[in-house]
């Protein structure tokens, strides 16, 4: 299981380099055909399907372009034998956003499972914390 762990923590912390980078390609690899993913912005169902994943990068890639960070604070990875779950936490926002909430972290959750011999995402969740009480 160690090394289930190490392959997959590798995993994640390349799709997060192919985030940052703009590389889609990168954030492609090792997803599921069927990844469910719930993220920030609608919409509110979520995705599903790689294609569907594909098309909510590119605005993605245009915010990020303008200097944003995207990098890994935090990852916790539990695999079983064709099953395993990871959590993270993020710095992703632009410098005027991190400086004025300089705690603000982005939450991520992954779901994997082994498809013939590797690790894929099958389930991706970003969320943020609700500040709207200024908190």
Same mark, same amino acid.
């Given at each position: 299981?160690?090394?289930?762990?190490?392959?997959?923590?590798?995993?994640?912390?390349?799709?997060?380099?192919?985030?940052?980078?703009?590389?889609?390609?990168?954030?492609?690899?090792?997803? $599921?055909?069927? =990844? &469910?993913?719930? *993220? #920030?912005?609608?919409?509110?169902?979520?995705?599903?399907?790689?294609?569907?994943? +594909?098309?909510?990068?590119?605005?993605?890639?245009?915010?990020?372009?303008?200097?944003? $960070?995207?990098? =890994? &604070?935090?990852? *916790? #990875?539990?695999?079983?034998?064709?099953?395993?779950?990871?959590?993270?936490?993020? +710095?992703?926002?632009?410098?005027?956003?991190?400086?004025?909430?300089?705690?603000?972290?982005?939450?991520?959750?992954?779901?994997?499972?082994?498809?013939?011999?590797?690790?894929?995402?099958?389930?991706?969740?970003?969320?943020?914390?609700?500040?709207?009480?200024?908190?």
């Amino acid at each position: 299981m160690v090394d289930d762990e190490k392959r997959i923590r590798t995993l994640i912390q390349q799709w997060a380099a192919a985030v940052h980078g703009g590389d889609m390609d990168g954030v492609l690899a090792d997803h $599921s055909d069927d =990844i &469910v993913m719930f *993220d #920030v912005p609608p919409p509110y169902e979520g995705v599903r399907g790689i294609d569907a994943y +594909r098309d909510t990068w590119p605005p993605f890639f245009e915010w990020q372009a303008q200097g944003a $960070s995207f990098e =890994i &604070v935090s990852l *916790d #990875v539990t695999a079983g034998d064709d099953v395993a779950y990871a959590f993270a936490l993020l +710095r992703c926002g632009t410098g005027q956003e991190l400086a004025e909430n300089p705690g603000n972290r982005l939450r991520l959750t992954l779901g994997l499972r082994k498809e013939q011999g590797r690790w894929v995402v099958a389930h991706e969740h970003h969320s943020f914390p609700d500040t709207s009480d200024g908190t």
